[in-house]
């Protein structure tokens, strides 16, 4: 998605009331930190919400910012009730009202209110990254607890053929249906292809696709796997995956013992 197509599509307005998925919103804090463009667009953005919120008539521009957000609320399903809706997405916009204090609007010194909100604005975007760290550390709490799991096993995907410099780590659990992958051994995928894992059974040789990997700057991935794996593959297929494995492109194998 380029920037123009975030800016239009009502995510960042999502973002900003924080509504969005968790992993959405990591991907949508991670464009942002990289992007002036977008930090001007939701500083903006929480401009229009205090005004909205303080009942100050938004400008032309302005307008918008809330239409991107209604349309994003139709598209989730979540407009049945147009007013308990908007006070959903901007209620954290009226606690920065009640916090500050009802004269906070109306103060002679303007620089002074500048400063205030741009705290309360910087306040909020730290405890949006601080909630966002306390889930990637459970995150890697319960990937660590599946990792000591007495039935897990670990399986070393060597490189293969062209690829023997790559290599890749599986962690399954039969008992729990679940694979855990490191691909830290795995180069960037090109723009327009993906890595896709391979559940295989060795006799006769079937493989079985457990999903794509979308990396972004994640390493390690789960994978649902109820399958009899007796080794696993992984390939670089075309965006999207494959019903079968490109094996000219099979960068990993490994057999669990």
């Known amino acids: 998605?380029?920037?123009?197509?975030?800016?239009?599509?009502?995510?960042?307005?999502?973002?900003?009331?924080?509504?969005?998925?968790?992993?959405?919103?990591?991907?949508i804090s991670k464009q942002i930190n990289e992007s002036d463009e977008l930090q001007l667009e939701v500083q903006?953005?929480?401009?229009?919400?205090?005004?909205?919120?303080?009942?100050?008539?938004p400008k032309i521009d302005e307008v918008k910012i809330y239409e991107n957000l209604r349309r994003y609320i139709k598209?989730?399903?979540?407009?049945?009730?147009?007013?308990?809706?908007w006070s959903q997405y901007l209620g954290w916009a009226a606690a920065v009202l009640l916090f500050i204090g009802a004269g906070y609007f109306f103060r002679e010194n303007t620089n002074l209110n500048?400063?205030?909100?741009?705290?309360?604005?910087t306040n909020n975007i730290l405890n949006n990254e601080l909630?966002?760290?306390?889930?990637?550390?459970?995150?890697?709490?319960?990937?660590?607890?599946?990792?000591?799991?007495?039935?897990?096993?670990?399986?070393?995907?060597?490189?293969?053929?062209?690829?023997?410099?790559?290599?890749?780590?599986?962690?399954?659990?039969?008992?729990?249906?679940?694979?855990?992958?490191?691909v830290s051994?795995?180069?960037?995928a090109p723009e327009d292809m993906t890595y896709q894992l391979w559940s295989l059974t060795l006799?006769?040789?079937?493989?079985?696709?457990?999903?794509?990997?979308?990396?972004?700057?994640?390493?390690?991935i789960e994978f649902e796997n109820s399958f009899d794996t007796q080794a696993f593959g992984i390939t670089l297929e075309k965006a999207g995956g494959s019903p079968s494995p490109t094996l000219e492109r099979l960068y990993t194998l490994g057999v669990i013992e």
């Open 44 to 57: 903006q953005i929480e401009d229009a919400y205090f005004k909205l919120a303080a009942g100050i008539s």
């Open 185 to 188: 051994g795995l180069p960037e």
């Open 114 to 121: 500048e400063q205030l909100v741009d705290t309360e604005r």
């Open 131 to 182: 909630e966002q760290l306390d889930e990637l550390n459970a995150d890697y709490q319960e990937a660590l607890a599946f990792i000591k799991d007495k039935n897990t096993v670990k399986v070393n995907l060597a490189g293969q053929g062209d690829y023997a410099n790559t290599s890749a780590v599986a962690f399954h659990n039969p008992v729990r249906d679940k694979t855990y992958v490191d």
């Open 1 to 27: 998605m380029t920037l123009e197509e975030l800016k239009n599509s009502g995510d960042l307005e999502a973002y900003v009331c924080g509504v969005l998925s968790r992993e959405r919103s990591r991907e």
């Open 203 to 220: 006799n006769p040789l079937t493989p079985t696709s457990l999903g794509v990997m979308a990396m972004n700057d994640q390493k390690f």
């Open 75 to 85: 598209e989730q399903g979540r407009d049945e009730d147009d007013s308990i809706n």
